[in-house]
């Protein structure tokens, strides 16, 4: 049993960056999710559906690293989610080229019997009513309930992505959807705007420029490591949020503080991410490369200075 609830796509990606492109390869929020909670050694549970062509080894390897299936409907006769993307030159912006829901469509989630008493929740990148589902059908009010989303939602599903909303702790969205959501231009308006529809702690990820943890009068601000190469953005940032939650998890303390280094873990674990096209650095990722890269984001972000008045 996992203390951890996965909502998000399992999904088949093709990829476009200036560096090559890719066929349909393994993507989706949950899953970028789920490798970064394996990743600091968090069990989860994926809540999601995929259809009759989707490969039984991706599915085996989510399990071999403690990532459980259980929660993952087939669909045999209909066809995997599937996105294609192309990047642009400064690898920041992006253009959707598809969005094929096929079995989200009708997904109705069923969480698994014994992930009903989770005490985390993330809620990844899917329709906001599915996100609403899945914490109607938990037996208790999770300690803490993580929400991404994307600005697909926003223009599709506003009303029910309010509503959805009003039951979460943390947002984690990008700056441009911050905007949208709120109608303001400045992130720090935006992000009171954005407490008031329920979320208390907001997350604004600037892709490389970092992101921001706002909270009451507080904020927080965190860099993206400086990095040599960058091939492939897809996924960052549902494996920045899989990283936060999943050091939360890991602590178990829901505190500000906390939330501080949380940002960290899940700064780091997105710098991997982006080195190789889609889940393949994530996969391959060792604990001590994750150590390593932790000294480097302590040394970009310290230093000395003496205040005088
Ligand atoms: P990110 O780069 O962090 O925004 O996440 C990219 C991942 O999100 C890809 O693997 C896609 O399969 C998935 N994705 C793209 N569009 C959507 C959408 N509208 N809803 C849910 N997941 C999506």
């Given at each position: 049993?996992?203390?951890?609830?996965?909502?998000g796509?399992v999904a088949?990606?093709?990829?476009?960056?200036?560096f090559?492109?890719?066929?349909?390869i393994?993507?989706?929020?949950?899953t970028y999710?789920?490798?970064?909670?394996?990743?600091?050694?968090?069990?989860s549970?994926?809540?999601?559906?995929?259809?009759?062509?989707f490969?039984?080894e991706?599915?085996?390897?989510?399990?071999?690293?403690n990532?459980?299936?259980?929660g993952?409907?087939?669909?045999?006769?209909g066809?995997t989610?599937?996105w294609?993307?192309?990047y642009?030159?400064?690898?920041?912006?992006?253009?959707?080229?598809?969005?094929?829901?096929?079995?989200?469509?009708?997904?109705?989630?069923?969480?698994?019997?014994?992930?009903?008493?989770?005490?985390?929740?993330?809620?990844?990148?899917?329709?906001?009513?599915?996100?609403?589902?899945?914490?109607?059908?938990m037996r208790q009010?999770?300690?803490?309930?993580?929400?991404?989303?994307m600005?697909?939602?926003?223009?599709?599903?506003?009303?029910e992505?309010?509503?959805?909303?009003?039951k979460?702790?943390?947002?984690?969205?990008?700056?441009?959807?911050?905007?949208?959501?709120s109608g303001?231009y400045?992130?720090?308006?935006?992000?009171?705007?954005?407490?008031?529809?329920?979320?208390?702690?907001?997350?604004?990820?600037?892709?490389?420029?970092?992101?921001?943890?706002y909270?009451k009068?507080?904020?927080?601000?965190?860099?993206?490591?400086?990095?040599?190469?960058?091939?492939?953005?897809?996924g960052?940032?549902d494996?920045f949020?899989?990283?936060f939650i999943?050091h939360i998890?890991?602590s178990?303390?829901?505190s500000?503080?906390?939330m501080k280094?949380?940002i960290?873990y899940?700064?780091?674990?997105?710098?991997f991410?982006?080195?190789?096209?889609?889940?393949?650095?994530m996969e391959?990722?060792?604990?001590t490369?994750?150590?390593?890269?932790?000294k480097?984001?302590k040394?970009l972000?310290?230093?000395?200075?003496t205040?005088?008045?």
């Amino acid at each position: 049993m996992s203390n951890l609830i996965i909502v998000g796509t399992v999904a088949f990606d093709a990829i476009e960056t200036p560096f090559g492109k890719t066929d349909k390869i393994l993507g989706g929020s949950a899953t970028y999710i789920g490798l970064a909670a394996s990743k600091l050694e968090i069990p989860s549970t994926i809540v999601s559906v995929v259809g009759g062509d989707f490969p039984k080894e991706y599915l085996e390897n989510l399990e071999k690293r403690n990532i459980s299936t259980q929660g993952i409907e087939i669909v045999k006769e209909g066809k995997t989610f599937f996105w294609s993307g192309k990047y642009h030159n400064d690898m920041n912006s992006r253009d959707t080229l598809v969005t094929e829901l096929n079995v989200l469509e009708t997904f109705e989630p069923k969480v698994p019997e014994d992930s009903k008493n989770a005490e985390f929740v993330i809620l990844g990148n899917l329709h906001p009513l599915v996100q609403m589902s899945v914490l109607q059908q938990m037996r208790q009010k999770p300690k803490l309930v993580v929400l991404d989303t994307m600005n697909f939602w926003m223009d599709v599903a506003m009303p029910e992505l309010k509503e959805v909303l009003k039951k979460v702790d943390v947002i984690t969205i990008n700056d441009g959807e911050a905007r949208q959501l709120s109608g303001e231009y400045s992130l720090t308006k935006a992000a009171k705007k954005i407490y008031e529809m329920g979320p208390k702690y907001v997350v604004i990820k600037k892709g490389e420029h970092g992101a921001l943890l706002y909270h009451k009068e507080d904020v927080f601000f965190a860099p993206a490591l400086p990095l040599e190469e960058v091939f492939d953005p897809t996924g960052a940032g549902d494996t920045f949020a899989g990283g936060f939650i999943s050091h939360i998890v890991k602590s178990n303390d829901i505190s500000f503080e906390n939330m501080k280094r949380a940002i960290i873990y899940g700064s780091n674990l997105a710098s991997f991410c982006v080195e190789k096209f889609g889940t393949q650095r994530m996969e391959e990722l060792s604990s001590t490369e994750m150590i390593e890269r932790l000294k480097e984001f302590k040394k970009l972000t310290q230093y000395e200075i003496t205040i005088t008045q």
